[in-house]
């Protein structure tokens, strides 16, 4: 069955690093973009980080642009997200998708920068 499992999630002081990952069993990654979305409590799903399909070019959200980075690997089917210089504001539950043909969510990884 295609799913979406995310994992390395955790709670870290501001300023603080944590690298999530994707694992998409079942999917063939090459004919999909990757992204990473959160969800705060309280507040909608918003996409956060997006990697092509064909060249890996990337897009990034104006509130994580310069801190986050976002990579894949299609032979693992795995995608990744690095978060460095975290803030309280990146607390969410994070989630991996293809924006572009969304299927059913994951369970997400909790992430959590407080100090």
């Known amino acids: 069955q295609s799913r979406f499992v995310e994992s390395g999630g955790g709670a870290v002081h501001p300023g603080g690093s944590l690298n999530v990952s994707c694992a998409a069993s079942?999917?063939?990654?090459?004919?999909?973009?990757i992204g990473w979305f959160r969800q705060a409590p309280g507040k909608e799903r918003e996409g956060v980080a997006c990697i092509s399909s064909s060249d890996g070019s990337t897009y990034y959200g104006d509130s994580v642009k310069g801190r986050f980075t976002i990579s894949r690997d299609n032979a693992k089917k795995m995608g990744y997200l690095q978060m460095n210089s975290l803030k309280p504001e990146d607390t969410a539950v994070y989630y991996c998708?293809?924006?572009?043909?969304?299927?059913?969510w994951g369970q997400g990884t909790q992430v959590t920068v407080s100090s």
């Open positions: 079942g999917f063939n990654l090459d004919y999909y973009a």
């Open positions: 998708n293809f924006p572009n043909s969304l299927r059913p």
